[in-house]
């Protein structure tokens, strides 16, 4: 029993100092720029829907922030088995480096101006009306990538 102890120990210690010894920049490299991803969960019924809403007012406030730079690419992914788990709608933008995630009143109104002249206030309102009925944000996470050495 003693030597089946001592295993485990030296067992996760062999592990935990792999763990210990990798080094950023060494074993990889954090990526510029951040994720921002948001899981939501969507009644599957209303799945098309909700898709049919965000084209109307999201992807044009999304182009509207790619234009002044504050993200470079966005995505939306559907989970192919929409009725397991909680989210099954994941909505992806990607910013090209954290500085544009501060404030910027010049910018930040121009991109406010355009949105609501590309889409107005009651406009939005009428495209996720009814959202709350049939969506729930799960979660909106921040992330970096990496890459490895080759």
Same mark, same amino acid.
């Given at each position: 029993? @003693?030597?089946?102890? %001592?295993?485990?120990?030296? #067992?996760?210690?062999?592990?935990?100092? /792999?763990?210990?010894?990798?080094?950023?920049?060494?074993?990889?490299?954090? @990526?510029?720029? &951040?994720?921002?991803?948001?899981?939501?969960?969507?009644?599957?019924?209303?799945?098309?829907?909700?898709? %049919? #809403?965000?084209? %109307?007012?999201?992807?044009?406030?999304?182009? =509207?922030?790619? $234009?002044? #730079? &504050? =993200?470079?690419?966005?995505?939306?992914? &559907? !989970?192919?088995?929409?009725? #397991? /788990?909680?989210?099954?709608?994941?909505?992806?933008?990607?910013?090209?480096? %954290?500085? &544009?995630?501060?404030?910027? $009143?010049?910018?930040?109104?121009? =991109?406010? !101006?355009?949105?609501?002249?590309?889409?107005?206030?009651?406009?939005?309102? $009428?495209?996720?009306? /009814?959202?709350?009925?049939?969506?729930?944000?799960?979660?909106?996470?921040?992330?970096?990538? =990496?890459?490895?050495? $080759?």
């Amino acid at each position: 029993m @003693k030597s089946m102890i %001592t295993m485990l120990v030296a #067992g996760a210690a062999l592990g935990l100092a /792999g763990v210990a010894a990798a080094e950023p920049y060494q074993d990889y490299t954090p @990526k510029k720029g &951040v994720l921002e991803v948001q899981m939501i969960k969507v009644d599957p019924n209303h799945i098309d829907d909700y898709l %049919t #809403g965000l084209k %109307t007012s999201l992807v044009p406030s999304f182009e =509207i922030a790619k $234009k002044h #730079g &504050v =993200i470079d690419w966005y995505a939306f992914n &559907v !989970k192919l088995n929409a009725n #397991g /788990g909680d989210a099954n709608v994941m909505i992806v933008q990607h910013y090209p480096n %954290t500085a &544009v995630l501060d404030p910027d $009143k010049a910018r930040d109104q121009a =991109i406010e !101006k355009e949105n609501y002249a590309a889409f107005s206030k009651d406009a939005d309102a $009428k495209a996720v009306a /009814g959202y709350e009925k049939y969506r729930t944000f799960v979660s909106d996470e921040f992330y970096y990538g =990496i890459d490895y050495p $080759k």
